[in-house]
T-cell receptor, first 114, second 114 residues
Framework: DSGVTQTPKHLITATGQRVTLRCSPRSGDLSVYWYQQSLDQGLQFLIQYYNGEERAKGNILERFSAQQFPDLHSELNLSSLELGDSALYFC?????????????FGPGTRLTVL | DQQVKQNSPSLSVQEGRISILNCDYTNSMFDYFLWYKKYPAEGPTFLIS?????DKNEDGRFTVFLNKSAKHLSLHIVPSQPGDSAVYFC?????????????FGQGTRLTINP
């Protein structure tokens, strides 16, 4: 158990809909990262927040947005969903503002868009 | 543009023998490298890392080798055990540029046969 929690574990929805994925980092970790893993692909970095502020952006679509709240939990919002958005979405946390220490990953949310 | 590549999607090794997983990268600015292990239905877990100032790092049965001139790293597992069966991802980051993200390879599925 990494100490990072993600809800829900599974999400099934239809094209055009909007969903929110939630992540609670390990106690004391200030950085939260979101990754997307499509079928047979590596993890693609989406976005990072550090202590409530956006710190880095990766291959995140404009239809996707995220935020980190004062209690440090984070939410990833996916809107106007398309079939291709079906993937595993992982959240990770780390204690500092650099990834050179390992990131601790949650179990992921599996999103299926029908 | 796949900056981190794991060219072997799968590897099968006899229990007790050495497992060697390979990873190549193209971005010469990468200066920190990590290996993650992933079991089904779980998030990736950190295994071992290496800074670019080193060419070897060892932790128990796991050793990572870095060849900067070849832009190549490898993970050696000796001796291999059935519990090592998992998907292994290598990842890289470029601290010096203030990058906040890990760039992952596509993963190699390791199967240890009894």
């Amino acid at each position: 158990d990494s100490g990072v929690t993600q809800t829900p574990k599974h999400l099934i929805t239809a094209t055009g809909q909007r969903v929110t994925l939630r992540c609670s980092p390990r106690s004391g970790d200030l950085s939260v990262y979101w990754y997307q893993q499509s079928l047979d692909q590596g993890l693609q970095f989406l976005i990072q927040y550090y202590n409530g502020e956006e710190r880095a952006k990766g291959n995140i679509l404009e239809r996707f947005s995220a935020q980190q709240f004062p209690d440090l939990h984070s939410e990833l919002n996916l809107s106007s969903l398309e079939l291709g958005d079906s993937a595993l979405y992982f959240c990770a946390s780390s204690p500092r503002d650099r990834p050179y220490n390992e990131q601790f990953f949650g179990p992921g949310t599996r999103l299926t868009v029908l | 543009d796949q900056q981190v590549k794991q060219n072997s999607p799968s590897l099968s090794v006899q229990e007790g023998r050495i497992s060697i997983l390979n990873c190549d990268y193209t971005n010469s600015m990468f200066d920190y490298f990590l290996w993650y292990k992933k079991y089904p239905a779980e998030g990736p877990t950190f295994l071992i890392s290496i800074s670019s100032i080193k060419d070897k790092n060892e932790d128990g049965r796991f050793t990572v080798f870095l060849n900067k001139s070849a832009k190549h790293l490898s993970l050696h597992i000796v001796p291999s055990q059935p519990g090592d069966s998992a998907v292994y991802f290598c990842a890289a980051s470029a601290q010096g540029q203030g990058a906040q993200k890990l760039v992952f390879g596509q993963g190699t599925r390791l199967t240890i046969n009894p």
